[in-house]
């Protein structure tokens, strides 16, 4: 049962790692479509907008993954150009230190909070 | 047109007899009178009722294209098929506004009806705080979404409606979504008024159960439409975006889940009693909350609805009255809230109720900062960013794991004292399948990571307990067992569904094929055709597979008129396997089509899963009607 | 300790409040402005007549100020601006460089004829994807650079009077 305690801090560990596996070049492309958001169609990624301009930022990732640029500098140059916004994938910096954290504030929180009430009750 | 002046003035009639009942059960409250019980009873009738005669007031003016009003002039046109024209009545905001009234009056109505066995003056303030959200609503939508605003001269034509919006599966949606989210109204004034009599036990638990069951299951069933709906109309083979509209449908149901297992403890143990009312307020509160969020326009979604600031505001400054009001009413009143001493192991149902409220309140709190944190960013420091899936992902995946094995655990513990239980033998196959998943999977599916392998693991170990639960237990607690396992099935097949599907994107002209996988699709032909209220493209496909067997798909390009709209059409064959996912789309200026096939296995378990969950629900909510 | 809880949650419910409170009045469209000026990164094109492969270094390669504008025939905002570009040329303080957005070859020449032609280079961008190297989304969109090569200034839409006359003061 104690394994099962340790159990998250395993995978935090291990989802941090497995980003590194070794994706075919259209799975890669799908991947960067869907962390992107489409400026016209502003509720949706590319990948799923049909829009013109979706298209061509579609063309433009393709291009920029066949000139050799690597999926976290294809964010950056996007971002650059767009700002923040253009990626469904927030960084961690101080504007959002509390999206992060909050959550896992709140399980830690809650967790402290359910096993005080279970010591009580166990009195 | 006569329908206009009939909805309007019910609507007004409505809100003279909720002020009359609001006022009617204060003065019986104070000096309790059966006999006006009766009383009541006719005029809680009469404003569901008016409600009623104003909702189809509206229907008729649809149905009849009557373009004097406006909201059916705005979402209407003559060339639509009688079924849309009709379900163009809550398409929008102001008729939805007014069937979500409906739906509010309806509940009370039966509330009031079923509800004789509970103490009246608990009624009464049930009837008290549900009269105050009936007459906000009204107000609400006299005062800002009046669906029966005329304008002169009159239109000719309608400017018809959103296409995408055209869809059976949309039509029932909100229906069934609303029935969910509303009733949770009842629980929460009901909460309320047994907080305030310190009614707070066993018995009033028995007795709100069923509302907390049926509200859950329209809300499971509402939740599914509406992913259904996403599927074949919306993406492009997805059916869970995380868009800021679908989290809100989440958050009400995430609490409603949590609520349901502490009702139980509250039944059988009577413990539990502060999350149950805070769980009930915070459900309302949520459902209360999408409804602000959604039709504000405060937030930036797929789903397009009509939005105004003003009607933004009213709803704002509604919504933290109540939750106001319900926040002094719990400081007031907690101590009537009677600490139950009985003792609990840790080992025990109770505490892995806890557990289980534990996680899920966390689920909702990565979803409720999640979306609600950009607004915050932009008003705080001007600055805009976006939180879509890679988020939810990585906060919520890594909690499911241990989510799941507690959830394979808990239910098997008894309540009160633990015994010593058999599961030693079934950690242990969990560990040896466990292993087997990992190799065969990162053999296979070499890009897999360990996150998922074990997420895998975990669900095809709660996979495996619910079924053992399901054909073994005896009927006692069949209704548990059977949405544990239809649960495990949802999780199971959209991890399978994620790490097995396959696509391809390609642009192609007619005459050309591609190779994918090992089969070819070849683009035929495209045909022409006309309707009423749309222009049709179909592309005809073939596709070969190796061992020659072939398939011919014909995905929809529809150019909508009123208005004009291009929609893509998918032509989708499901089996128990997989499911076949062919769509195109035109790009402006070539002559080729952009084509996208998928394969996504065990779809339809996704959606036949989550009837099972509802279908366990059911079960529980019957079961009490036949004692 | 129960009403320090109350207090805090009352604190909290009302941050909440003005802070909803003032998100719904800001627009939730996003529009992608310039926050900062930045460095111009290389783009390649090909010329709008000679369709010959040029890059962004061997076009902006003098000493002077450019203004880099993105236009197309089909597209309406780009005839109402299109006097004031006229008018820029002919102050002769900036360059104009024209990038013809996802048009047809006939079309746009006929828009030149008929409204002149205040470019001194006009690029050609068939699929898109050159005025994304820019930072541009959609058309009638125009940028200012500056002798450092920078983009000081991005406006989206069409260039009205109050925009002229901001250009003027820059170039100026």
Same mark, same amino acid.
């Not at chain 2, 998922?452 to 709660?462: E, G, N, P």
């Given at each position: 049962?104690?394994?099962?305690?340790?159990?998250?801090?395993?995978?935090?560990?291990?989802?941090?790692?497995?980003?590194?596996?070794?994706?075919?070049?259209?799975?890669?492309?799908?991947?960067?479509?869907?962390?992107?958001?489409?400026?016209?169609?502003?509720?949706?990624?590319?990948?799923?907008?049909?829009?013109?301009?979706?298209?061509?930022?579609?063309?433009?990732?393709?291009?920029?993954?066949?000139?050799?640029?690597?999926?976290?500098?294809?964010?950056?140059?996007?971002?650059?150009?767009?700002?923040?916004?253009?990626?469904?994938?927030?960084?961690?910096?101080?504007?959002?230190?509390?999206?992060?954290?909050?959550?896992?504030?709140?399980?830690?929180?809650?967790?402290?909070?359910?096993?005080?009430?279970?010591?009580?009750?166990?009195? | 047109?006569?329908?206009?002046?009939?909805?309007?003035?019910?609507?007004?009639?409505?809100?003279?007899?909720?002020?009359?009942?609001?006022?009617?059960?204060?003065?019986?409250?104070?000096?309790?009178?059966?006999?006006?019980?009766?009383?009541?009873?006719?005029?809680?009738?009469?404003?569901?009722?008016?409600?009623?005669?104003?909702?189809?007031?509206?229907?008729?003016? +649809?149905?009849?294209?009557?373009? *004097?009003?406006?909201?059916?002039?705005?979402?209407?046109?003559?060339?639509?098929?009688?079924?849309?024209?009709?379900?163009?009545?809550?398409?929008?905001?102001?008729?939805?506004?007014?069937?979500?009234?409906?739906?509010?009056?309806?509940?009370?109505?039966?509330?009031?009806?079923?509800?004789?066995?509970?103490?009246?003056?608990?009624?009464?303030?049930?009837?008290?705080?549900?009269?105050?959200?009936?007459?906000?609503?009204?107000?609400?939508? /006299?005062?800002?979404?009046?669906?029966?605003?005329?304008?002169?001269?009159?239109?000719?034509?309608?400017?018809?409606?959103?296409?995408?919006?055209?869809?059976?599966?949309?039509?029932?949606?909100?229906?069934?979504?609303?029935?969910?989210?509303?009733?949770?109204?009842?629980?929460?004034? *009901?909460?309320?008024?047994?907080?305030?009599?310190?009614?707070?036990?066993?018995?009033?638990?028995?007795?709100?159960?069923?509302?907390?069951?049926?509200?859950?299951?329209?809300?499971?069933?509402?939740?599914?439409?509406?992913?259904?709906?996403?599927?074949?109309?919306?993406?492009?083979?997805?059916?869970?975006? =995380?868009?800021?509209?679908?989290?809100? *449908?989440?958050?009400?149901?995430?609490?409603?889940?949590?609520?349901?297992?502490?009702?139980?403890?509250?039944?059988?143990?009577?413990?539990?009693?502060?999350?149950?009312?805070?769980?009930?307020?915070?459900?309302?509160?949520?459902?209360?909350?999408?409804?602000?969020?959604?039709?504000?326009?405060?937030? &930036?979604?797929?789903?397009?609805?009509?939005?105004?600031?003003?009607?933004?505001?009213?709803?704002?400054?509604?919504?933290?009255?109540?939750?106001?009001?319900?926040?002094?009413?719990?400081?007031?009143?907690?101590?009537?809230?009677?600490?139950?001493? &009985?003792?609990?192991?840790?080992?025990?149902?109770?505490?892995?109720?806890?557990?289980?409220?534990?996680?899920?309140?966390?689920?909702?709190?990565?979803?409720? /900062?999640?979306?609600?944190?950009?607004?915050?960013?932009?008003?705080?420091?001007?600055?805009?960013?976006?939180?879509?899936?890679?988020?939810?992902?990585?906060?919520?995946?890594? +909690?499911?794991?241990?989510?799941?094995?507690?959830?394979?655990?808990?239910?098997?513990?008894? =309540?009160?004292?633990?015994?010593? +239980?058999?599961?030693?033998?079934?950690?242990?196959?969990?560990?040896?399948?466990?292993?087997?998943?990992?190799?065969?999977?990162?053999?296979?599916?070499?890009?897999?990571?360990?996150?998922?392998?074990?997420?895998?693991?975990? *669900?095809?170990?709660?996979?495996?307990?619910?079924?053992?639960?399901?054909?073994?237990?005896?009927?006692?607690?069949?209704?548990?067992?059977?949405?544990?396992?239809?649960?495990?099935?949802?999780?199971?097949?959209?991890?399978?569904?994620?790490?097995?599907?396959?696509?391809?994107?390609?642009?192609?002209?007619?005459?050309?094929?591609?190779?994918?996988?090992?089969?070819?699709?070849?683009?035929?032909?495209?045909?022409?055709?006309?309707?009423?209220?749309?222009?049709?493209?179909?592309?005809?496909?073939?596709?070969?597979?190796?061992?020659?067997?072939?398939?011919?798909?014909?995905?929809?390009?529809?150019?909508?008129?009123?208005?004009?709209?291009?929609?893509?059409?998918?032509?989708?064959?499901?089996?128990?396997?997989?499911?076949? +996912?062919?769509?195109?789309?035109?790009?402006?200026?070539?002559?080729?089509?952009?084509?996208?096939?998928?394969?996504?296995?065990?779809?339809?378990?996704?959606?036949?899963?989550?009837?099972?969950?509802?279908?366990?629900?059911?079960?529980?909510?019957?079961?009490?009607?036949?004692? | 300790?129960?009403?320090?809880?109350?207090?805090?949650?009352?604190?909290?419910?009302?941050?909440?409040? #003005?802070?909803? %409170?003032?998100?719904?009045?800001?627009?939730?469209?996003?529009?992608?402005?310039?926050?900062?000026?930045?460095?111009?990164?290389?783009?390649?094109?090909?010329? %709008?007549?000679?369709? !010959?492969?040029?890059?962004?270094?061997?076009?902006?390669?003098?000493?002077?100020?450019?203004?880099?504008?993105?236009?197309?025939?089909?597209?309406?905002?780009?005839?109402?601006?299109?006097?004031?570009? $006229?008018?820029?040329?002919?102050?002769?303080? #900036?360059?104009?460089?024209?990038?013809?957005?996802?048009?047809? %070859?006939?079309?746009?020449?006929?828009?030149?004829?008929?409204?002149?032609?205040?470019?001194?280079?006009?690029?050609?961008?068939?699929?898109? !994807?050159?005025? $994304?190297?820019?930072?541009?989304?959609?058309?009638?969109? !125009?940028?200012?650079?500056?002798?450092?090569?920078? #983009? $000081?200034?991005?406006?989206?839409?069409?260039?009205?009077?109050? $925009?002229?006359?901001?250009?003027?003061? #820059?170039?100026?």
């Amino acid at each position: 049962m104690k394994i099962i305690k340790f159990l998250p801090i395993i995978f935090l560990y291990f989802s941090l790692f497995s980003s590194f596996s070794n994706e075919k070049n259209s799975q890669l492309e799908n991947k960067i479509f869907k962390n992107l958001r489409c400026i016209i169609c502003q509720g949706q990624s590319i990948y799923d907008s049909q829009s013109d301009f979706a298209e061509s930022m579609k063309l433009v990732v393709k291009q920029k993954l066949d000139s050799g640029m690597s999926e976290e500098e294809i964010y950056i140059f996007f971002k650059d150009q767009y700002g923040e916004w253009i990626s469904y994938d927030p960084e961690f910096n101080a504007k959002t230190y509390f999206l992060w954290g909050l959550p896992v504030l709140i399980f830690l929180l809650g967790g402290a909070i359910i096993l005080r009430k279970l010591a009580v009750l166990k009195n | 047109m006569i329908f206009n002046y009939i909805g309007n003035y019910s609507l007004i009639i409505s809100v003279i007899i909720s002020l009359t009942i609001f006022f009617l059960s204060i003065s019986n409250l104070q000096k309790i009178n059966i006999k006006k019980k009766i009383n009541l009873n006719k005029l809680n009738f009469f404003q569901f009722f008016f409600v009623l005669v104003s909702f189809f007031s509206l229907v008729v003016l +649809f149905v009849l294209s009557e373009f *004097s009003n406006i909201t059916v002039f705005n979402n209407s046109h003559t060339t639509k098929p009688l079924f849309y024209k009709i379900s163009g009545t809550w398409g929008n905001h102001e008729g939805s506004l007014l069937l979500w009234l409906l739906i509010l009056t309806l509940s009370l109505f039966i509330y009031f009806l079923s509800s004789k066995s509970r103490p009246i003056k608990e009624r009464l303030l049930t009837l008290i705080f549900q009269e105050v959200i009936i007459i906000g609503f009204l107000i609400f939508i /006299i005062k800002t979404s009046n669906p029966f605003n005329q304008i002169f001269p009159i239109p000719k034509e309608g400017l018809g409606l959103n296409p995408i919006l055209q869809d059976p599966i949309l039509a029932i949606h909100p229906p069934v979504l609303y029935l969910g989210y509303v009733s949770t109204s009842i629980i929460f004034s *009901s909460s309320l008024a047994s907080l305030v009599q310190g009614n707070v036990n066993n018995l009033w638990a028995k007795h709100i159960k069923k509302w907390i069951f049926a509200s859950w299951i329209f809300l499971t069933i509402g939740i599914l439409l509406g992913s259904i709906w996403a599927y074949y109309e919306l993406g492009w083979g997805g059916f869970w975006f =995380w868009d800021p509209v679908e989290n809100i *449908s989440l958050m009400p149901w995430l609490s409603l889940t949590a609520l349901l297992h502490c009702i139980l403890v509250l039944e059988k143990r009577s413990l539990l009693s502060s999350w149950t009312i805070i769980l009930s307020i915070s459900t309302f509160t949520l459902s209360v909350c999408g409804t602000f969020l959604v039709r504000s326009g405060i937030l &930036n979604s797929v789903h397009t609805f009509a939005n105004d600031p003003e009607r933004g505001l009213f709803i704002l400054i509604f919504l933290f009255i109540l939750v106001f009001l319900s926040l002094v009413i719990y400081f007031l009143f907690e101590k009537n809230l009677k600490t139950n001493n &009985n003792k609990f192991n840790l080992l025990t149902k109770e505490s892995s109720i806890l557990i289980n409220n534990w996680f899920i309140m966390y689920f909702l709190s990565v979803i409720l /900062i999640g979306t609600i944190y950009p607004i915050f960013l932009e008003v705080l420091s001007d600055q805009k960013i976006s939180v879509g899936p890679p988020f939810f992902n990585k906060l919520l995946i890594p +909690f499911l794991i241990p989510f799941l094995i507690f959830m394979s655990i808990g239910p098997n513990l008894n =309540w009160i004292k633990n015994k010593i +239980f058999e599961n030693k033998i079934q950690l242990i196959i969990f560990f040896i399948l466990n292993l087997i998943l990992s190799f065969f999977i990162i053999k296979i599916f070499g890009r897999i990571t360990l996150t998922f392998t074990i997420l895998l693991a975990a *669900s095809f170990y709660l996979f495996y307990i619910t079924f053992k639960d399901l054909i073994k237990k005896d009927y006692k607690n069949i209704s548990q067992a059977i949405s544990h396992f239809g649960f495990s099935l949802l999780i199971l097949s959209i991890l399978m569904n994620s790490i097995l599907s396959k696509e391809i994107i390609a642009n192609l002209k007619v005459g050309e094929e591609i190779k994918f996988m090992e089969s070819t699709i070849k683009f035929k032909k495209v045909e022409n055709s006309s309707r009423s209220n749309f222009k049709s493209l179909v592309g005809f496909f073939e596709i070969n597979n190796k061992d020659d067997k072939k398939f011919l798909f014909k995905p929809e390009i529809r150019i909508y008129n009123q208005p004009q709209v291009i929609t893509s059409e998918a032509d989708i064959k499901t089996n128990f396997f997989k499911d076949k +996912f062919f769509v195109i789309n035109l790009v402006k200026g070539e002559n080729y089509f952009n084509i996208r096939y998928q394969e996504k296995p065990l779809m339809i378990w996704i959606w036949l899963s989550t009837i099972l969950i509802a279908i366990g629900g059911s079960v529980s909510f019957f079961k009490r009607y036949e004692k | 300790m129960k009403n320090r809880y109350f207090f805090i949650i009352i604190v909290l419910f009302f941050f909440f409040f #003005i802070v909803l %409170f003032k998100g719904l009045k800001n627009p939730n469209v996003y529009i992608p402005e310039l926050q900062k000026e930045k460095n111009l990164s290389r783009f390649d094109a090909s010329d %709008f007549y000679s369709n !010959t492969k040029t890059s962004s270094l061997d076009i902006l390669n003098d000493n002077n100020f450019y203004l880099i504008n993105i236009w197309a025939s089909w597209c309406l905002p780009c005839r109402e601006e299109h006097d004031y570009l $006229i008018k820029l040329k002919e102050q002769n303080l #900036i360059k104009l460089i024209g990038i013809n957005y996802k048009d047809n %070859f006939k079309n746009a020449k006929k828009f030149l004829n008929e409204m002149g032609n205040p470019y001194s280079k006009i690029l050609k961008d068939k699929n898109g !994807t050159v005025s $994304i190297q820019l930072g541009a989304y959609g058309v009638p969109e !125009t940028f200012i650079i500056d002798k450092n090569k920078k #983009i $000081i200034k991005k406006i989206i839409g069409p260039i009205d009077k109050k $925009i002229y006359n901001e250009i003027l003061l #820059i170039i100026k």
